[in-house]
């Protein structure tokens, strides 16, 4: 099988992809990307053009990523390389905000034309500020919280989710994360977790699985949506599954910023879940020139301690949200863009 077609890990052939560029395809794309402008300023047409660029890829390799996105029975992770960078990336931004020192737009288009295969990008107005593609970056002071900026703690298994007034805080939340390295962490510490509920539903003995099934939990909101709406309070979910759907295609939805059992037996299927979790996850350590697709309703990832030095040398990840359609999530758009969403 050659290199622009999927390959598949034997032992991991269900839930994990490993897919890579031919170098001749990674420059041709890398070229096109060079002249993109700041995709902020019509991320339309940006994202348009990306598509555009990405339409060339050779077309194996552009139906495995299709069909990542598409089908049930898919893979639900998927580590792509062997990407085009950007010339100068420059330092890593303190401030989870946008970096300021690259030489172009060559990241972004990598993320937005693997987006555009899976879906729609969107922005949520408490999340990195409604941006579209977000600077995921070790933040000074956030060490130990369970968001994406921390450094100091195990990131735990969880689902991005989104607040949601209807009280269903997996309702709206994106469907696919694509994570693309712009820079790792300079001791290679960091790893990136992937647990798939199938391979979780696999492992668990059946209790467990009959209880997280039903109604036991409530999640809390995302720490960005507390932190800048709640005064840092917990804003707990209804009464939820943290299981659902066929015992074949089931679907996971787990906060980072909390889950709440409400009975002793709940409690303990949750710990035996996270347990699990870490029992069957793949492992990735990312790379510049490598970008992570994540199915965020197939299943749950993590992230591993690393040290941060806060001195424009850290890790740095960008991410996009993408959702199939954004039809669905209609009540939550704001008037001012037809991408943001509250």
Same mark, same amino acid.
């Given at each position: 099988?050659?290199?622009?077609?999927?390959?598949?890990? +034997? +032992?991991?052939?269900?839930?994990?992809?490993?897919?890579?560029?031919? $170098?001749?395809?990674?420059?041709?794309?890398?070229?096109?990307?060079? !002249?993109?402008?700041?995709?902020?300023?019509?991320?339309?047409?940006?994202?348009?053009?990306?598509?555009?660029?990405?339409?060339?890829?050779?077309?194996?390799?552009?139906?495995?990523?299709? @069909?990542?996105?598409?089908?049930? $029975?898919?893979?639900?992770?998927?580590? #792509?390389?062997?990407?085009?960078? @950007?010339?100068?990336?420059?330092?890593?931004?303190?401030?989870?905000?946008?970096?300021?020192?690259?030489?172009?737009?060559?990241?972004?288009?990598?993320?937005?034309?693997?987006?555009?295969?899976?879906?729609?990008?969107?922005?949520?107005?408490?999340?990195?500020?409604?941006?579209?593609?977000?600077?995921? =970056?070790?933040?000074?002071?956030?060490?130990?919280?369970?968001?994406?900026?921390?450094? &100091?703690?195990?990131?735990?298994?969880? !689902? @991005?989710?989104?607040?949601?007034?209807?009280?269903?805080?997996?309702?709206?939340?994106?469907?696919?994360?694509?994570?693309?390295?712009?820079?790792?962490?300079?001791?290679?510490? &960091? =790893?990136?977790?992937?647990?798939?509920?199938? $391979?979780?539903?696999?492992?668990?003995? !059946?209790? +467990?699985?009959?209880?997280?099934?039903?109604?036991?939990?409530?999640?809390?909101?995302?720490?960005?949506?507390?932190?800048?709406?709640?005064?840092? !309070?917990?804003?707990?979910?209804?009464?939820?599954?943290?299981?659902?759907?066929?015992?074949?295609?089931?679907?996971?939805? #787990?906060?980072?910023?909390?889950?709440?059992?409400?009975?002793?037996?709940?409690?303990?299927?949750?710990?035996?879940?996270?347990?699990?979790?870490?029992?069957?996850?793949?492992?990735?350590?990312?790379?510049?020139?490598?970008?992570?697709?994540?199915?965020?309703?197939?299943?749950?990832? &993590?992230?591993?301690?690393? +040290?941060?030095?806060?001195?424009?040398? @850290?890790?740095?990840?960008?991410?996009?949200? =993408?959702?199939?359609?954004?039809?669905?999530?209609?009540?939550?758009?704001?008037?001012? $863009?037809?991408?943001?969403?509250?």
């Amino acid at each position: 099988m050659s290199e622009s077609t999927m390959t598949m890990r +034997a +032992a991991e052939a269900a839930t994990f992809a490993d897919l890579a560029l031919p $170098d001749a395809m990674r420059a041709a794309i890398g070229r096109e990307l060079e !002249s993109l402008p700041d995709p902020s300023a019509d991320i339309d047409r940006a994202s348009a053009r990306c598509h555009q660029v990405f339409a060339m890829l050779p077309l194996d390799l552009l139906r495995s990523v299709l @069909d990542f996105g598409r089908h049930n $029975d898919a893979p639900g992770v998927a580590l #792509v390389r062997n990407l085009p960078v @950007d010339a100068r990336t420059g330092p890593t931004p303190l401030d989870g905000g946008p970096g300021r020192g690259k030489s172009g737009f060559v990241s972004e288009g990598v993320l937005l034309g693997l987006s555009g295969l899976l879906g729609e990008p969107l922005g949520v107005l408490t999340e990195k500020a409604g941006r579209l593609i977000h600077d995921v =970056v070790p933040v000074a002071g956030g060490e130990r919280t369970q968001t994406n900026q921390s450094s &100091a703690v195990f990131l735990n298994f969880h !689902s @991005d989710i989104t607040y949601d007034p209807t009280g269903r805080y997996d309702r709206a939340n994106p469907d696919f994360l694509v994570l693309n390295c712009l820079r790792g962490d300079p001791a290679g510490e &960091a =790893v990136t977790y992937y647990a798939d509920a199938r $391979d979780i539903c696999g492992e668990l003995p !059946s209790d +467990a699985l009959e209880i997280l099934r039903g109604p036991h939990f409530r999640l809390n909101a995302p720490g960005s949506y507390t932190r800048s709406v709640a005064g840092g !309070s917990e804003v707990l979910s209804e009464p939820v599954p943290i299981l659902s759907g066929g015992g074949t295609h089931p679907e996971i939805a #787990v906060s980072a910023n909390g889950v709440h059992a409400l009975n002793r037996d709940a409690g303990a299927a949750f710990e035996r879940l996270q347990e699990t979790c870490r029992s069957v996850a793949h492992e990735v350590r990312l790379e510049p020139g490598q970008a992570l697709l994540v199915n965020n309703r197939k299943g749950v990832h &993590a992230r591993s301690r690393f +040290a941060a030095r806060h001195d424009g040398r @850290d890790r740095w990840l960008q991410r996009t949200y =993408v959702r199939r359609s954004l039809w669905d999530i209609r009540y939550r758009v704001t008037p001012q $863009d037809h991408r943001v969403h509250f």
